[in-house]
Nanobody
Framework: QVQLVESGGGLVQAGGSLRLSCAAP????????MGWFRQAPGKEREFVAAIRWTGAPTIYADSVKGRFTISKDNTKNTVYLQMNSLKPEDTAVYYC????????????????????WGRGTQVTVSS
């Protein structure tokens, strides 16, 4: 089972920024599309952003478009989520996920297309 490891979460004031990282120790996923999802207390897990294995294109949920940026550094086997202009409603546990289909053409927003998940990192935005 591939284990993804997220880091970079924390407590930040509204309007601030955080950068999340996702690594896969012992496994490369340079040929996989990657995604970020989040789950707030009492809510279902939802899509945030996804990126094709080549680094483009990227897709975003409407709620984060223009504020968040997903990127992929294949030399470091790491995926990032840069989060700017954070809002209290962005508070959630953020999960990194990998699509198991290698060299797949289009990044997906569907949770069911991701087989490999990390344990999540908490992001809390205070007002």
């Amino acid at each position: 089972q591939v284990q993804l490891v997220e880091s970079g979460g924390g407590l930040v004031q509204a309007g601030g920024s955080l950068r999340l990282s996702c690594a896969a120790p012992g496994r490369t996923f340079i040929s996989n599309n990657m995604g970020w999802f989040r789950q707030a207390p009492g809510k279902e897990r939802e899509f945030v952003a996804a990126i094709r294995w080549t680094g483009a294109p990227t897709i975003y949920a409407d709620s984060v478009k223009g504020r968040f940026t997903i990127s992929k550094d294949n030399t470091k086997n790491t995926v990032y989520l840069q989060m700017n202009s954070l809002k209290p409603e962005d508070t959630a546990v953020y999960y990194c996920a990998a699509d198991p289909r290698p060299f797949f053409g289009i990044p997906s927003s569907a949770i069911s297309n991701y087989d490999y998940w990390g344990r999540g990192t908490q992001v809390t935005v205070s007002s």
